[in-house]
Nanobody
Framework: QLQLVESGGGLVQPGGSLRLSCATSRFTLDYYAIGWFRQAPGKEREGVSCISSSGGSTDYADSVKGRFTISRDNAKNTVYLQMNSLRPEDTAVYYC???????????????????WGQGTQVTVSS
């Protein structure tokens, strides 16, 4: 069973930056597409950004385009989400998720992702 662990969340002021990491120790992530999703209080979980198994294809929610960057280092079995220019509305629990085999199109569709981490809290507040 693939186990994903997120880290890097915390409290940051508006305009600040955080980098989230998603890692696994028991399996290689090389063959999985990975997605970052978030859930704010009282709201449904939504896709933030996804990346193909090779890293050659990515997808972003409109609300984070130009501010967030997803990347992966398969040698380190880690996927990152660099979040810049953070806003209060980015406050949520952020989850990473994996899917195998990777979908043909790299689109953050929640129902496609089978393996989920426990989440890391991101709070953007002054």
């Amino acid at each position: 069973q693939l186990q994903l662990v997120e880290s890097g969340g915390g409290l940051v002021q508006p305009g600040g930056s955080l980098r989230l990491s998603c890692a696994t120790s028991r399996f290689t992530l090389d063959y999985y597409a990975i997605g970052w999703f978030r859930q704010a209080p009282g709201k449904e979980r939504e896709g933030v950004s996804c990346i193909s198994s090779s890293g050659g294809s990515t997808d972003y929610a409109d609300s984070v385009k130009g501010r967030f960057t997803i990347s992966r280092d398969n040698a380190k079995n880690t996927v990152y989400l660099q979040m810049n220019s953070l806003r209060p509305e980015d406050t949520a629990v952020y989850y990473c998720a994996a899917v195998f085999p990777p979908p043909v199109k790299t689109i953050c569709l929640i129902y496609e992702y089978s393996y989920w981490g426990q989440g890391t809290q991101v709070t953007v507040s002054s």
